[in-house]
């Protein structure tokens, strides 16, 4: 139990299978992108970037949900908008452009939500975020990539992105 696989055609993704919940302290991520150190926040997965390629100061962070979730996308927006909201009240100054949301329309599974913003803390310092919810057979799970360059925030969150379907996907037999 506990095997590694490999995501075909995307470079240093993998995904374990579920295994017996091991303590907090010792439980690995459920998968992981090589490059990246892996932090363990209570029920959050964080991990910050150990590659040029992926942006100095980058970080990307995942929870993983059982069930099934029947959010949707207009629920999804109108979320977004009430986080941006509360962040701004959190830190005066501080500036957050909601850039796009998209999304798959319904609630069948598979589905993606992905919201992408760019916050301006009241020092002028810029970091851009993408922010999701991905949604499969085996569950649900949010996805935030940041950093300070919107290219490699993208670029991040498609990365593991691909784990995240990949674990979320229906157990074949």
């Given at each position: 139990?506990?095997?590694?696989?490999?995501?075909?055609?995307?470079?240093?993704?993998?995904?374990?299978?579920?295994?017996?919940?091991?303590?907090?302290?010792?439980?690995?991520?459920?998968?992981?992108?090589?490059?990246?150190?892996?932090?363990?926040?209570?029920?959050?997965?964080?991990?910050?970037?150990?590659?040029?390629?992926?942006?100095?100061?980058?970080?990307?962070?995942y929870r993983v949900y059982t069930g099934g979730n029947?959010?949707?996308?207009?629920?999804?927006?109108?979320?977004?908008?009430?986080?941006?909201?509360?962040?701004?009240?959190?830190?005066?100054?501080?500036?957050?452009?909601?850039?796009?949301?998209?999304?798959?329309?319904?609630?069948?599974?598979?589905?993606?939500?992905?919201?992408?913003?760019?916050?301006?803390?009241?020092?002028?310092?810029?970091?851009?975020?993408?922010?999701?919810?991905?949604?499969?057979?085996?569950?649900?799970?949010?996805?935030?990539?940041?950093?300070?360059?919107?290219?490699?925030?993208?670029?991040?969150?498609?990365?593991?992105?691909?784990?995240?379907?990949?674990?979320?996907?229906?157990?074949?037999?």
């Amino acid at each position: 139990m506990g095997g590694l696989l490999t995501v075909a055609g995307i470079g240093g993704v993998s995904a374990q299978s579920p295994a017996p919940a091991p303590s907090a302290t010792t439980q690995r991520p459920p998968f992981a992108v090589s490059g990246w150190r892996y932090e363990r926040r209570d029920d959050t997965h964080l991990f910050r970037c150990e590659q040029a390629q992926c942006g100095a100061g980058s970080k990307v962070s995942y929870r993983v949900y059982t069930g099934g979730n029947q959010m949707t996308l207009d629920q999804f927006r109108d979320g977004q908008n009430q986080i941006i909201k509360a962040l701004e009240q959190r830190t005066p100054g501080q500036r957050i452009t909601l850039l796009g949301v998209d999304g798959d329309k319904g609630t069948a599974v598979p589905r993606m939500y992905k919201a992408r913003r760019l916050t301006v803390t009241p020092n002028g310092a810029s970091e851009y975020q993408v922010n999701g919810l991905l949604f499969g057979g085996q569950g649900s799970a949010s996805l935030i990539s940041s950093a300070r360059d919107e290219k490699a925030s993208n670029d991040n969150y498609a990365r593991f992105a691909a784990a995240v379907k990949l674990a979320l996907a229906p157990k074949t037999r």
